[in-house]
């Protein structure tokens, strides 16, 4: 077990008393603030999570806001995915890419009107990046981190619960909407998004003040359907595939090799920092990437390094994330491989830091 | 005590094996990486290291290499210290500031070359503000991150092992200067520099693979000085008034507030981003300022957030950091106070999360 030193710099939330309520037992940092990880075990958090529905703190996902008659353009210069279409009241995943290609960051842009976003950051500085185009590029936009928070609620029984709090009207938000919906008061965005494949919605707490109102409201009116707080589950998202920014892919990889590609309009996006790059990768394919594994014999250790994947003497990949999952009734694991053998069935073996494993590259995840 | 789930996402460093062997038992995350926090004890290892000498894994202080023709200039535009007379071989503590004068990091520039330097990072992904601002300048430089890794020796017998290991030569490096000199085969900076007031080296370790034995070779060398794997010691640093980057200072404050005036020469800081901001800051000066804070009563929690500062019903200030100090015989402190009353002897209140306690502004830290 290891124990985390606590400090100002890794910044508490407005849930926080609520999360400490409940009873977390573990962290991550997260954009230098408390992420909880687990609460009874991540089993027990799991079958919960598949079965009922939780409240998660996840004021991590810090807002990068863009304001002004610029905002529209600078979005473009930062993703290679063409934002021309997305409309007021949209969310939409984008990778964000430096002027190689390189990943920066896999945020959910918000916008919230033409010459307004919210970015809903993954584990980067993506704000400094953005602050420092916009000097460069001498842009008629602020940009900022506003006082806005994200509280997830997810689950199946999540469309009831946070009715049961916002009106009957949020059954009828579509995936990657959101409206603003009334709260003691204040509009808050409530998006049909989140870090799960169980369903759910993402509530933009825009004031601090409003945290623990809203936190107990949802705890209070959840007993019907055996509310929990939890928090993104690591065996529900590698199942999954939810890719995890510095786990699978950091600034080395490009969008492609984490299959991304599905996400890049390359050659529309234009303004894209990273097109002229990422068109000659488009043209040419990756030459690794980001597949489902399944790994054989005992359970491993926690996976916090890469575990290459060899095959025979050469190395011919990497695994970013691996865990037990009682469903899958394997380990299920994330891992970036090289074209030669990417195909599926292909076995390989896995050296974690406690040995070798055998592993197999599936066709896809496990949900 | 609080938990941490480990993942890829929080990176071990090239001496992680050392210091897991060494008994560590917390860590912080630093730059997205493991940085420990004790061995033995706080109270520990801070009498060891005041009266022998500690290798320390700094890894997590990540290096932001820039190399071409326009390096000076673009080391020029990210702080108002004035680089133009620091030769190769020097360092320089350097606020990094935005265009508003705000604090984005304060690191230590190394200066290997008219056109290499690197950036040694507190707390903040700078690479993405340097990045983005080569780009948008459209300057001639390379900006990456590099495999340089700190490992620092500190302590009163730092001079003695350092010197054991790379020769007496280490002895007659000035303060904030460094040397090129052979490990191995291969040729390492050696700095005189660190985070500490007790003195000593860091040592820049470029390829990981070289991580390991280096420590071995400390260790090993060490024994007649009782050497031990340490850290960065909380209640050291705060005597020592050693500000901790999104602890004691964020993006909100400017370095005057900082006690960092002496380090910008805004005047002739010409290119810096943030000179137009600056320089109206430097005429009026801060209306709120870093003081050392002595307080009474009882032993503190953790201070895990900011805790106000009040003078009857007012707030005028906050408290970043405090820990109980054996040497000083009160809880040593650092807050940011408005000038109404920053006064040396001022009498306040600081308000705890576990209740208030007798806070008074001294003129100077312990150490």
Redesign the interface.
């Known amino acids: 077990?290891?124990?985390?030193?606590?400090?100002?710099?890794?910044r508490?939330t407005p849930f926080s008393e609520g999360v400490e309520a409940a009873g977390v037992?573990?962290?991550?940092?997260y954009n230098?603030m408390l992420l909880p990880?687990?609460f009874r075990s991540l089993e027990e958090d799991y079958r919960h999570l598949k079965s009922a529905v939780q409240v998660w703190d996840v004021a991590c996902e810090r807002q990068v806001e863009l304001r002004g008659p610029d905002a529209g353009r600078l979005m473009q210069i930062i993703t290679p995915r063409d934002l021309r279409a997305m409309m007021p009241g949209q969310c939409c995943y984008i990778p964000v890419v430096?002027?190689t290609g390189g990943m920066?960051n896999d945020p959910v842009a918000v916008k919230l009107a033409e010459d307004r976003w919210w970015i809903s950051l993954a584990?980067?500085?993506?704000l400094?990046?953005?602050?420092?185009?916009a000097?460069?590029?001498r842009l008629e936009v602020l940009v900022d981190e506003p006082d806005v928070s994200p509280l997830a609620v997810q689950g199946p029984h999540a469309d009831d619960l946070v009715a049961a709090v916002f009106g009957d009207q949020v059954r009828d938000i579509r995936r990657f909407r959101f409206r603003q919906i009334d709260f003691r008061g204040r509009s808050l965005a409530v998006a049909r998004t989140g870090y799960s494949k169980q369903g759910g919605f993402e509530i933009y707490v825009e004031g601090g003040d409003l945290g623990m109102p809203l936190w107990s409201a949802l705890m209070e009116a959840g007993a019907p359907w055996d509310v929990r707080a939890g928090c993104p589950n690591?065996i529900e998202r590698i199942e999954g595939g939810l890719l995890?920014?510095?786990?699978d892919m950091t600034d080395d990889n490009t969008p492609h090799e984490c299959g991304l590609g599905r996400f890049c309009n390359t050659v529309t996006a234009i303004g894209c920092?990273g097109r002229d790059a990422l068109l000659r990768v488009e043209k040419e394919g990756p030459v690794k990437q980001i597949r489902a594994i399944s790994i054989g014999g005992d359970r491993v250790p926690?996976?916090?390094?890469?575990w290459p994947l060899r095959a025979g003497d050469a190395v011919v990949g990497r695994v970013?994330?691996a865990i037990w999952s009682p469903d899958a009734g394997t380990t299920v694991a994330i891992g970036m491989v090289r074209m030669t053998h990417w195909a599926e069935g292909t076995e390989l073996t896995v050296e974690t830091h406690d040995g070798p494993r055998p592993a197999l590259v599936r066709e896809a995840f496990w949900a």
């Not at 400094?128 to 185009?133: G, N, V």
């Open positions: 077990m290891t124990r985390l030193s606590v400090s100002r710099r890794l508490r037992t573990a962290y991550t940092v230098h990880t687990v430096d002027e920066l584990d980067s500085d993506l400094y990046w953005i602050k420092a185009l000097n460069g590029y690591t995890s920014y510095g786990n920092i926690p996976c916090d390094r890469f970013s994330s």
